[in-house]
Nanobody, 119 residues
Framework: QVQLVESGGGLVQAGGSLRLSCAAS????????MGWFRQAPGKEREFVAR????????YYADSVKGRFTISRDNAKNTVYLQMNSLKPEDTAVYYC????????????WGQGTQVTVSS
């Protein structure tokens, strides 16, 4: 069982940056691939980024490639999402996920954190 708590969301102007954090409980954190997803109003939840259990392999949605960076610190049971050059279309609730498969399904979800990018 893994519990996930996101933080770091907020309001930022277009072109700005935010860093999201996701703190995980449970001793199995380092064995899970982790990911970030997002859901904008009126839209389905979509994949943003995934990182392997070791942190050596990352994968991004085309819409965020080159602007967002996912990383993890297994000693701190934390995964991060650094978001740069934010756009209004990045506005969404961002969810941390654990046990993210290569098919981009997830076994565990956080409660989400709101990111709003103003134009």
């Amino acid at each position: 069982q893994v519990q996930l708590v996101e933080s770091g969301g907020g309001l930022v102007q277009a072109g700005g940056s935010l860093r999201l954090s996701c703190a995980a409980s449970g001793r199995t954190f380092s064995s899970y691939a982790m990911g970030w997803f997002r859901q904008a109003p009126g839209k389905e939840r979509e994949f943003v980024a995934r990182i392997s259990w070791s942190g050596s392999v990352t994968y991004y949605a085309d819409s965020v490639k080159g602007r967002f960076t996912i990383s993890r610190d297994n000693a701190k049971n934390t995964v991060y999402l650094q978001m740069n050059s934010l756009k209004p279309e990045d506005t969404a609730v961002y969810y941390c996920a654990a046990d993210v498969s290569r098919a981009l399904t997830a076994g565990y979800w956080g409660q989400g954190t709101q990111v709003t990018v103003s134009s």
